[in-house]
């Protein structure tokens, strides 16, 4: 396995479009976890899933945003009605739960702009 | 609520020794990570705190005092490869990360 994946890589959209992120998790990993970074700042938590579940979404930044894992595998982020605000890095992470230490693995994110 | 502090920027030359610290208040306490981040790229583990001490590993260390809220990542022998954000968070009760903001480590030849 290669690890964490995510698509695309770059995505550039005008104001009002939604756009939708997908991320391939490590294959083992039963845990995803969907982050926004924007620039000088650490990762800003958005949702996670522990398998098909989604475990926590009370921290998604608003109604526009809403994320899937339909079959515990790979999982979509997607923004309605993109505003110019929402222009950040989107990052996945994945990690395996044993014991007390969750590791996350993070993918290479998906840089978002719009203009 | 729940912070965790770290310093914006630091600067260290090559071949020396730099300790960014980390102090923390959260709800609940399930250890403490290290992660790196060089610019544009994903953020990738250095070290895992759950008991109080030191954890060598390398050229780098990371100490956790629970009592004290409190832990630094120590890097030696710096090399230019260095120059990186590097970011504390905390596992909570819930077992989610709580992200500091990252310090940022700028190296010097």
């Known amino acids: 396995d290669t690890g964490v994946s995510q698509n695309p890589r770059h995505k550039i959209t005008k104001r009002g479009q939604n756009v939708t992120f997908r991320c391939d998790p490590i294959s083992e990993h039963n845990r995803l976890y969907w982050y926004r970074q924007t620039l000088g700042q650490g990762p800003e938590f958005l949702t996670y899933f522990q398998n098909e579940a989604q475990l926590e979404k009370s921290r998604l930044l608003s109604d526009r945003f809403s994320a899937e894992r339909p079959k515990g595998s790979f999982s979509t982020l997607e923004i309605q009605r993109t505003e110019q605000g929402d222009s950040a890095m989107y990052l996945c992470?994945?990690?395996?739960?044993?014991?007390?230490?969750?590791?996350?693995?993070f993918g290479p994110g998906t840089r978002l702009t719009v203009t | 609520g729940q912070n965790i502090d770290q310093p914006t920027e630091m600067t260290a030359t090559e071949g020396a020794i730099v300790q960014i610290n980390c102090t923390y208040q959260?709800?609940?306490?399930?250890?403490l990570f290290w992660y790196q981040q060089h610019a544009g790229e994903a953020p990738t583990f250095l070290s895992y705190?759950?008991l109080d001490g030191l954890e060598e590993k390398g050229r780098f260390s990371s100490f956790l005092s629970r009592s004290k809220g409190y832990s630094y990542l120590l890097l030696k022998e710096l090399q230019m490869k260095d120059s990186a954000s590097y970011l504390c968070?905390?596992?909570?009760?819930?077992?989610?990360?709580?992200w500091g903001a990252g310090t940022k480590l700028i190296i010097k030849p």
């Open positions: 959260t709800s609940g306490f399930n250890g």
């Open positions: 968070a905390v596992q909570d009760s819930n077992y989610q990360l709580i």
């Open positions: 992470a994945s990690s395996l739960v044993r014991d007390s230490l969750y590791e996350q693995y």
């Open positions: 705190n759950v």
